[in-house]
């Protein structure tokens, strides 16, 4: 819950500073603009998802960032693309969702199954 008053709190935030003429103020993208990347875009995404994320749970939720950091030490980013992927692909109803979101849920997924 905690995380999801972050989000929306940062969404609120680029409601103010992105320009009017964007069409999506919310996200930048969903589950099914994120699918129709390029690998290599994906990687370069979901590194910027995980920098985040790390750094807001670690901030508001220490207890939990050091569960998800024992369990993804030695996980690599192409590895976090994958789960990011299978999630997406196992749950179409989250597709028009912004990624942002589908990608700490599978995070959760993982840590707390």
């Known amino acids: 819950m905690k995380l999801l008053k972050i989000f929306l709190v940062i969404a609120l935030l680029l409601a103010v ?34 920098d985040m994320a790390n750094t807001l749970i670690q901030y508001y939720e220490p207890k939990k960032a050091k569960k998800i950091y024992e ?15 299978r999630y997406l692909e196992e749950h179409p109803e989250e597709l028009h969702n912004s990624v942002a979101v589908s990608f700490l849920n599978a995070i959760d997924e993982i840590v707390f199954k």
């Open 17 to 50: 500073i992105v320009p009017a003429s964007v069409e999506k103020v919310l996200c930048f993208y969903d589950g099914n603009e994120y699918l129709e990347f390029s690998e290599s875009a994906k990687r370069a995404y979901v590194a910027g998802l995980s």
């Open 71 to 85: 369990l993804t030490e030695d996980m690599k980013l192409g590895q976090t693309v994958k789960i990011l992927n």
